[in-house]
Every structure is written in structure tokens, then in C-alpha cells.
């Protein structure tokens, strides 16, 4: 009973912080579609460099303070140590704030610079500028949701994240608009305004919560059990020994992404004069790239490689991400009273519930990358880009849930070393491929996609080994990817079926989504990818069989 409801608990949480992160990824995508028709593919390249740094920096102060703050506080909570729990959330935010602060101060200062070294000729230095502030209010936040996930409490992360993504998404857009006059660089600086606005109403959401259930919080501090005595000084260290590995494990994806528009910037240009000199300037996905100049067309191939391909990627990563971060605390207060047959089994269950949603979300965004981006966007711009690399989605969902596994076990390390390696061997893949003009941008989206594969295979080659755990990995895998093939073939024929009766319509794909959805969970149940025990688990799954069973 104990372990069913324990993972009860791993869904439920999941689940509301899966709820959060999609719904504020689709205000997300929904507020992209009016900016990126402001800005153009050129714009949001700008825009994405950018943010790329911004996103690097926090890093180091809020990337991991969710999830390693969330198990420290988890362990205490576990044995009823509520003060001590309490005081390990303090000193996390007085260090990281402190971080936050100089690195917010070196940001402001050192903008141009920092343009200039990784982004030559791309002039972000003011929206990078813009985006300084940001740090420090995002760092609070990071805090405040470790504190409340650490206590199984996954609600307020929810609710302020969309809070956050609807201000940012108003203000992004009317702000980029008023600048519009402007240069283009102003007009983008605008937009990231908006990041910092959206990140202030989310901190205020935290704190009205957080006061809230302050009276609770009281009550439960008083009987509080006592943990270990612990000076302040261990705590920071057990804190930094969380963090100082999971910055980079926990963030491979923006360190990459960091890297890749870098190289491009760098790099890019040279393959590009080569194919306009050799007439093979179509191998670039860029419409009428020949009337363009050389910056001009990198410029707009960082744009759709930055909002096209990698923000609707980052839909259903996102989510898996975060299903990755709801175990951590279940996963860590399981190992914290040694029950290690506990742990192996929410272990399966996280990998299993990260490939249900990553499966369908790879064979759909390959299949349907265009008329996606059809209704998404004005232009029908960097559909290919999406399509080639879709598929990175599972192997991307089985790094980062190996990779939060790691940290709830208390092995961070291991996956900041994996991350390394995998980091290193795609740094090296990207010189090669963009040394080769016919690859262009695509040999950056295939080194990405080689880089999580090896990320995923290092962490769960190490948890196997550690925990003697054994993964079906036709169950785990081979089901959820053979429902999603056949759920991809179905609506694939459905989707030209109705092209083809009916009048061309970029609404078509919104009634195909749906039957998707519908022919994913038949085919899940007839392949047993999904099982009846997997439903059990769900919120309201009892109902479902029962409907299923009448």
C-alpha cells in the first residue's frame, strides 16, 4: 500500500508541475507567434543569443536550486526535521541571491563584451543588458519553488510559472511593439523587458503564497524532530556539493544551446559564402537566401533554430524535465530511510513516464513539423530544422530523467561528469560538421541529438550498475516508440485524407492532435505500453478503468 501510494504521490506531483510547465509552454509558443511576425527570423535570432547567455548565467545561481534545495529539504521533511529543513532553505537563499547579485552586476557591465567574444557582429549587447536584473528575481524564485517542491508541495511552482509566462508574454509583445520604429536590436531589447516583468509577478505570486500558509508553516515548525546539528557552514557545503555538479548536469541543454548559436555565429558564415560562390545556396533553408547577405541569412537561420526548432522542442522536454524533478524528493526520501527497493521502483516508473510523453512527441513533431509551424507562425520557416531533429526528444527525456535520478541518489557528480564528456563530444562533432558547407545548420541539430544519446547512455550504464536495477527496455521503450509510430502512420493518413477531401485549412492539424492523443492511448493499452497499474496511479484512474471495463 505504502508504495503504491508513494507513487501516487510521484504522479500526482508530476502531474501538477506537468500541467504548469505545458500550459505556460503554450502561452510560451502562443506569445512567439505575434512576436516572431514583429521581429521576423532575423529578430529572434537576436533575441535567442541573447537570452542564451542570460539563461548560462542562471545557471549557476537558479537553474539547480530547485531540484537540489527540493531534496535536502526533503530528506529533513522525511524524518520531521521541519526546522532544519526551514534553515537549509535560508542559507540556500542568502548564498544564492548573494551570487546572483555579482553575477547580475557583471552582466550589466560586461554586456558589450561579452557580444562581442561569443556573438561577433550579431550586436546583442543591450538586450543582454536588459536581461541583467532578471537574475536575481528568477534566483528568488528558484528558492521559494525548491522549498515548496522539498515539501511535496508542487502547487505554488504551478501557479507561478504560468503567472510568470502570461506578464511576460503581454509585456514581450506590446513592448517590442512600441520599439518597432526603433532599430530592430531596440525593438528586441523591448521583448526581453518582458522576461524581467513576467519573472517580477511571478515573485510576487511566490510570496503571496508562501504568506499564506505561513500560519500553517508556524505550527508545523513547533513540533518540529530534530535532524542533526548541523552549523551553517556544513549546510552551505552540503548545499554546494548539491549545486556546484548539478549546474552543469541539470543544464546541459542551455550550456549547449549556448554553444551551438556561438559556433554558428562563428562558424556558419564561411559554409554559407562557400555554397553562394558554388551555387548551392539551396541546401539552405532560408526562402530567397540568394537576394540575402551572408550575416543576413545566419541571423535568420539562428532565428528558426532558436524559436522554431528549439522552443517547440522544448514543449515536451520541458515537461519531462519537470516529471524528472517531481521524483527527486520522493526518490531522495526513499533513499534517505535506505529503502531501496522503493527506489529502484519509482526509478522505473519516472523512465516510463518520461517515454510515454517523449515517444508521441518525437514521432509527431517529425511528422508534422510543417503544418505545426503553419499554424503556428506567419512564415512556414525552419519546418526542416524541426523535423531532423524531433527524434532527440527521447534521448533528451533519458538524459535528463537519468540525470535527476542521479540527484535524488545523491550522485550528482556522476552526471555532471557524463555531461562533460557528452559536452566535449559535441563541441568536437560541431567543428566537424560545420566544417562541411552541405551540412550547414543541420550538422548542429544532429551533433545535439548524438550529445544526449551518449549523456543518456553514461547515467544510465552508472544507475544501473549503482542501484542493480534492471530496465525492461521493451517495455520502457519499445512499446511507447512502436504506439507512437503507429499513432504517427494513422494520423499522418488521416491528416492527407482530409486534405484531400476537404478545402486546405492550417486548422486540420488541430483536429488530427486530438484523434492522436486518442489512437496514442488505444494503441498504448493493445501494445501494453500502458498498463492497467500505470492508469491506477493516475489521478481519477480508477474512473478510467472503470469506464473502459462498462
Not at 504517427?488 to 493518413?493: F, H, K, Q, R
Amino acid at each position: 500500500m505504502r508504495s503504491t501510494t508513494n507513487h501516487q504521490s510521484i504522479v500526482k506531483g508530476a502531474m501538477i508541475l506537468g500541467i504548469g510547465v505545458f500550459l505556460s509552454r503554450i502561452i510560451g509558443l502562443v506569445y512567439r507567434i505575434p512576436l516572431t511576425n514583429i521581429l521576423g527570423d532575423e529578430g529572434n535570432g537576436l533575441y535567442s543569443v541573447a537570452f542564451q547567455v542570460y539563461a548560462v548565467v542562471l545557471t549557476f545561481t537558479a537553474v539547480a536550486m530547485p531540484n537540489a534545495l527540493s531534496k535536502l529539504v526533503a530528506e529533513r521533511e522525511a524524518v520531521e526535521a521541519y526546522q532544519d529543513a526551514y534553515r537549509v532553505y535560508k542559507i540556500a537563499m542568502i548564498y544564492s541571491v548573494s551570487f546572483a547579485m555579482l553575477f547580475s552586476a557583471v552582466l550589466w557591465m560586461g554586456a558589450d563584451k561579452i557580444a562581442e567574444v561569443l556573438f561577433p557582429g550579431q550586436e546583442v549587447g543591450l538586450p543582454i543588458r536588459a536581461l541583467a536584473p532578471t537574475v536575481v528575481i528568477a534566483t528568488i524564485m528558484a528558492n521559494m519553488r525548491g522549498y515548496f517542491q522539498g515539501q511535496s508541495n508542487m502547487a505554488p511552482t504551478t501557479i507561478s510559472q504560468i503567472i510568470e509566462q502570461i506578464f511576460n508574454a503581454l509585456f514581450s509583445v506590446v513592448l517590442a511593439y512600441m520599439f518597432l520604429d526603433y532599430e530592430l536590436v531596440v525593438s528586441v531589447t523591448g521583448s526581453t523587458l518582458g522576461t524581467g516583468l513576467g519573472a517580477v509577478a511571478g515573485l510576487i505570486t511566490l510570496i503571496s503564497i508562501y504568506w499564506w500558509d505561513r500560519p500553517k508553516t508556524k505550527r508545523k515548525l513547533r513540533r518540529s524532530k530534530t535532524y542533526k546539528h548541523e552549523s551553517s557552514a556544513v549546510i552551505l557545503r552540503q548545499i554546494l556539493g548539491m549545486i556546484i555538479p548539478v549546474v552543469i548536469s541539470t543544464s546541459v541543454f542551455a550550456i549547449i544551446t549556448l554553444i551551438d548559436n556561438s559556433m554558428i555565429a562563428r562558424s556558419l558564415p564561411k559554409a554559407i559564402d562557400y555554397l553562394k560562390t558554388n551555387g548551392l545556396l539551396h541546401l539552405v533553408p532560408v526562402p530567397e537566401g540568394d537576394t540575402l547577405t551572408t550575416s543576413q541569412v545566419v541571423k535568420q537561420l539562428l532565428g528558426q533554430f532558436s524559436v522554431k526548432y528549439f522552443a517547440l522542442l522544448n514543449v515536451p522536454i520541458s515537461l519531462i524535465i519537470q516529471l524528472g524533478g517531481a521524483a527527486i524528493p520522493a526518490i531522495a526520501a526513499s533513499m534517505a530511510v535506505k529503502d531501496y527497493k522503493d527506489v529502484r521502483k519509482k526509478v522505473k516508473l519516472v523512465f516510463k513516464i518520461g517515454i510515454l510523453v517523449g515517444a508521441p512527441s518525437a514521432v509527431a513533431l517529425t511528422l508534422f513539423a510543417s503544418p505545426i509551424i503553419g499554424l503556428l507562425f506567419a512564415e512556414i520557416t525552419g519546418d526542416k530544422l524541426l523535423a531532423s531533429g524531433a527524434i532527440g526528444i527521447v534521448f533528451i527525456a533519458l538524459a535528463q530523467l537519468s540525470a535527476g535520478i542521479l540527484q535524488g541518489i545523491g550522485k550528482p557528480n556522476i552526471a555532471t561528469i557524463n555531461a562533460v564528456v557528452a559536452c566535449v563530444i559535441k563541441v568536437v562533432v560541431n567543428v566537424i560538421v560545420l566544417g562541411i558547407p552541405a551540412l550547414n545548420i543541420y550538422g548542429v541539430i544532429h551533433s545535439t541529438t548524438l550529445c544526449y544519446l551518449i549523456y543518456a547512455a553514461l547515467n544510465i550504464r552508472y544507475l544501473k550498475t549503482y542501484l542493480k536495477i534492471q530496465l525492461n527496455w521493451n517495455k520502457l521503450l519499445v512499446r511507447p516508440m512502436l504506439s507512437a509510430v503507429i499513432m504517427g502512420a494513422v494520423s499522418y493518413g488521416l491528416y492527407y485524407t482530409l486534405l484531400a477531401v476537404f478545402p486546405p485549412s492550417r486548422f486540420w492539424i488541430l483536429v488530427i492532435i486530438p484523434i492522436a492523443v486518442i489512437i496514442y492511448f488505444l494503441t498504448g493499452l493493445a501494445t501494453r505500453a500502458i498498463t492497467k497499474a500505470d492508469i491506477l496511479y493516475m489521478p481519477g484512474g480508477r474512473k478510467l478503468i472503470a469506464f473502459f471495463e462498462k
